[in-house]
């Protein structure tokens, strides 16, 4: 039994100890049954999934399984469907109990085990060749659970000496940006805040607090879906930030950095970095990769949009260079620096906003997004442990390749 490995779960002990967890918002929410069914209804993200593990049975036949944060157990019928000889299904909320009734009720009682306790304190009777889970928040890291995911491989996934490929579903998580102009979404903000533009509120003047007011408005994430037509650079542009977690650290996730540099393909106003993720599983025998790009069909996770107060008049052809910083915090969540400058000036033109990714605005603006993810969201499931959904459940390629290099890096592509 691997359980009692030495592993390190912090940077500093009041940010970044995942086994903290007594407080935890998440824990009630996902206790719920009507935000697990949010999620399930996401038929991306659990189509999928299912598609990733189906589509590689060789990871998964005869394999002890570990499934991280198991919610309903979805993720572990799948692992059985799959052929996993025994799966244990952790999960710390009371959705555990939920779990494991519907798992006796579709007959997987003796492969599936329900272990419910924080991955960070529980034990197992013995390691793991495969770790599945679903921790991904908007923009890849909200919400913190990555470290779970991370912990549980160094407490429980077999050494790459026993097992020649550590296998973990996903694999490698990345997080991608590119700058958009948005004037109707800057402007409904700006408009949220001229309540405080007032001087004779029953005869007190408010105008004092108008900057605050306008600040926190524009220290907010905003999600929601967005038209790929707002982007004012090409794809090829795009900055990136990959996190391989057979391999990434608790420590690594403390601090991400982003870099940036964008030639700018249309004369605009910058507004900020609109922002997703995408999630690679990467099996022995097929590569599927789930989306959130605004390209794609929506999901639950939808878009990110991180805004400049001060936005940027651009030229086509400049180049607009920065880093995107993204620091742990106490809120289960990251504090988000966003530093952009416009190169090529006499003057220097620069604009810099703090965000709190804790604290987001939910603005839906693209009905054919949203459509798409309530129709799926509306459909009938009709599963069997041969089949999946078609189409939009994501991009599976036939892929035989060797052990993937190290992608734990930032870049701007």
Not at 48 to 66: E, G, H, I, S
Request: proline share 4%; charged share 20%.
């Amino acid at each position: 039994m691997q359980g009692g490995k030495r592993y390190s779960t912090a940077v500093t002990e009041a940010e970044t100890d995942p086994s903290g967890r007594e407080s935890h918002p998440f824990l009630q929410y996902y206790g719920q049954l009507s935000h697990q069914q949010n999620m399930l209804q996401d038929l991306v993200r659990t189509g999928t999934y299912q598609r990733a593990m189906l589509d590689n049975p060789l990871d998964f036949k005869n394999k002890v399984v570990l499934d991280v944060g198991c919610g309903t157990g979805i993720l572990s019928i799948f692992a059985a469907q799959a052929g996993a000889k025994k799966v244990y299904a952790v999960e710390a909320s009371d959705m555990a109990d939920m779990a494991r009734k519907l798992v006796e009720a579709n007959g997987w009682r003796d492969v599936i085990e329900i272990v419910k306790g924080k991955v960070e304190e529980i034990e197992l009777p013995e390691d793991v060749d495969v770790i599945v889970s679903e921790p991904l928040g908007f923009l890849l890291v909200h919400e913190r659970m990555l470290e779970s995911y991370i912990v549980a491989r160094q407490r429980f996934l077999r050494p790459a000496s026993v097992n020649k490929r550590q296998q973990m579903f996903p694999t490698v998580g990345t997080i991608k940006a590119l700058p958009f102009s948005d004037w109707q979404l800057y402007h409904d903000l700006q408009a949220k805040s001229q309540f405080w533009h007032m001087n004779n509120f029953y005869g007190v003047d408010l105008t004092a607090l108008e900057g605050n007011a306008l600040a926190q408005l524009f220290s907010q994430p905003v999600i929601g879906y967005f038209d790929p037509s707002i982007l004012i650079a090409r794809d090829d542009e795009m900055a990136t930030h990959a996190i391989d977690f057979r391999t990434a650290t608790v420590e690594e996730l403390a601090v991400i950095t982003m870099p940036f540099r964008y030639r700018i393909s249309k004369t605009s106003l910058m507004h900020g970095l609109a922002c997703w993720f995408d999630a690679d599983f990467l099996g022995s025998q097929n590569l599927v990769t789930l989306t959130t790009s605004p390209r794609a069909p929506g999901t639950h996770w939808y878009q990110v949009r991180l805004l400049l107060a001060h936005p940027l008049a651009v030229n086509s052809g400049q180049f607009v260079s920065g880093v995107l910083t993204m620091r742990v915090n106490k809120k289960f969540s990251y504090d988000v620096v966003l530093e952009a400058q416009v190169e090529g000036t006499r003057e220097t033109i620069r604009s810099v906003n703090h965000i709190a990714l804790h604290d987001p605005y939910y603005h839906y603006l693209n009905p054919s997004a949203a459509a798409s993810y309530q129709t799926s969201s509306s459909s009938s499931w009709g599963h069997s442990a041969n089949a999946t959904w078609g189409g939009a459940t994501g991009q599976s390629q036939n892929h035989n390749y060797e052990e993937e290099d190290d992608v734990s890096s930032a870049s701007a592509e």
